[in-house]
């Protein structure tokens, strides 16, 4: 009991180790210069990333729960003068030209469908993470990919490319088998139904303006996966 319950507090320790890496990274990335959109498009891409997995290993509501307060609660310290954390961040994700407060409604209203995602699928962990994937990895790839290569462009609410679309479904792809295979099993039908989903999703990402896409990719992921595998 008392072995369990010491290797339980040391994978709770390491888990809350990953956003603290993850976000030393990204100040490392600032400190080489790199254009403002590169470091912005990692910081959504692994701040998602860190979501899903605290909500995904983490075996119960309390300890996300705690999880989330210490987070938070460091947050909130650190962000304090002189670090002002949070500022920094902030001002690392924002786009050239957009507004802070844009980006601080984005911020909530993501994490508020993390929060639906995870209360509806709750007992099926591995939709709630392939859900919050699709879009990290499968929005951050579209950018990675469509910002430097997109030559096809189109139009539709906003601009897009082709090669950036390509992105968004090899990246959807990939999270949904990542989440599968973490946390639930994986065949050929399985695969289907994540590549079926993908398409959905990268078809949303095209059609969707500002962050409409962190809304409707998700929760369109997330319902696929329920309807044809649960």
């Given at each position: 009991?008392?072995?369990?319950?010491v290797t339980?507090m040391?994978?709770?320790?390491?888990?809350?180790?990953?956003?603290?890496?993850?976000?030393?990274?990204?100040?490392?990335?600032?400190?080489?210069?790199?254009?403002?959109?590169?470091?912005?498009?990692?910081?959504h891409?692994?701040g998602?990333?860190?979501i899903?997995?605290?909500?995904?290993?983490?075996?119960?509501?309390?300890?996300?729960?705690?999880?989330?307060?210490?987070?938070?609660?460091?947050?909130?310290?650190?962000?304090?003068?002189p670090?002002?954390?949070?500022?920094?961040?902030?001002?690392?994700?924002?786009r050239?030209?957009e507004?802070?407060?844009?980006?601080?409604?984005?911020?909530?209203?993501?994490?508020?469908?993390?929060?639906?995602?995870?209360?509806?699928?709750?007992?099926?962990?591995?939709?709630?993470?392939?859900?919050?994937?699709?879009?990290?990895?499968g929005?951050?790839?579209?950018e990675?990919?469509?910002?430097?290569?997109?030559?096809?462009?189109?139009?539709?609410?906003?601009?897009?490319?082709?090669?950036?679309?390509?992105?968004?479904l090899?990246?959807?792809?990939?999270?949904?088998?990542?989440?599968?295979?973490?946390?639930?099993?994986?065949?050929?039908?399985?695969?289907?139904?994540?590549?079926?989903?993908?398409?959905?999703?990268?078809?949303?990402?095209g059609?969707?303006?500002?962050?409409?896409?962190?809304?409707?990719?998700?929760?369109?992921?997330?319902?696929?996966?329920?309807?044809?595998?649960?």
């Open positions: 009991m008392i072995v369990l319950e339980n040391v994978r709770f320790l390491l888990i809350l180790l990953l956003p603290i890496i993850l976000l030393s990274f990204a100040f490392y990335l600032k400190s080489k210069n790199l254009e403002n959109w590169i470091v912005r498009k990692y910081i891409t692994t998602l990333f860190v899903g997995v605290v909500c995904s290993v983490l075996e119960s509501l309390g300890e996300i729960l705690l999880a989330i307060i210490i987070i938070a609660s460091s947050l909130i310290i650190l962000s304090l003068p670090m002002q954390i949070l500022q920094k961040i902030t001002n690392m994700g924002t050239d030209g507004s802070q407060l844009l980006l601080l409604m984005n911020g909530f209203i993501t994490s508020g469908v993390a929060v639906i995602l995870l209360i509806v699928f709750f007992d099926h962990k591995w939709i709630f993470f392939g859900s919050l994937l699709s879009v990290a990895f929005d951050g790839l579209g990675f990919i469509g910002k430097p290569f997109g030559r096809h462009k189109y139009k539709l609410f906003s601009q897009k490319s082709v090669e950036g679309s390509l992105g968004v090899i990246g959807c792809i990939f999270g949904g088998i990542l989440a599968t295979i973490t946390l639930y099993q994986f065949n050929f039908e399985i695969f289907m139904i994540v590549l079926f989903a993908s398409i959905v999703a990268t078809i949303i990402e059609l969707s303006a500002l962050f409409i896409d962190n809304i409707l990719m998700p929760f369109s992921y997330g319902f696929i996966l329920w309807y044809y595998l649960i």
